[in-house]
């Protein structure tokens, strides 16, 4: 069977870094959703002279957030419906509530669930400093809001999401990032998605 799997989490968690190990035994297309969207965003975002880095903006909620997951959504399609394997690295948030929307997304790859096995990993951490470190220590610009503004983000650490999708219980994972992201980790991460 073909795998489509979500790698969600907030920020700093660790979700691309998880994503890119078990890419290495399982082989996916690889679509992080800052990677797909993120320059548009950014461009977009200065030409209304708003702080580049600013995903959460009124102005970002309504007007450029969607924009980037339906980019995403529209590439794991893509690759659904050649046969490819996908990993979906972004929070999802809204998609996970929307007991709809996976629905769709097979459908409109030709696929069913009888042909995709589909996995939710909600990558965590249990250690709010060990995220703000990670996000540091990846120095990318797009943080710099996040960490400027860590007093209204830190209490999002902990967040697991809904996952209102008709997927089997078992289908979803919540992972605990903290500490070293072993082999054994890996092997259990590899095993819960192939099984």
């Known amino acids: 069977m073909q795998k489509l799997v979500f790698f969600v989490g907030v920020a700093g968690t660790g979700k691309t870094t998880v ?43 309504e007007n450029l957030r969607d924009l980037e997951y339906d980019t995403t959504k529209d590439i794991c399609i893509e690759n659904l419906r050649v046969g490819q394997n996908v990993f979906m690295i972004s929070p999802f948030t809204a998609e996970l509530k929307n007991e709809h929307w996976l629905e769709g997304v097979l459908a409109a790859a030709g696929k069913t669930k009888d042909q995709v096995a589909v996995k939710v990993i909600v990558v965590t951490l249990d250690n709010i400093e060990q995220q703000r470190l990670r996000i540091e220590n990846r120095g990318t610009v797009r943080d710099t809001w996040k960490l400027e503004n860590w007093s209204n983000y830190e209490t999002r650490v902990q967040f697991i999401p809904a996952v209102n999708w008709a997927i089997p219980e078992e289908n979803t994972l919540v992972f605990d990032n903290a500490g070293e992201l072993t082999d054994d980790k890996v092997a259990q991460l590899v095993k819960f998605i192939q099984a």
């Open 19 to 61: 994503a890119e190990k078990i890419v290495e035994q399982i082989p996916a297309a690889f679509l992080d959703r800052d990677t797909v969207g993120g320059r548009f965003v950014e461009r977009f975002l200065e030409l209304q002279g708003f702080d580049k880095d600013d995903r959460d903006s009124k102005f970002y909620k």
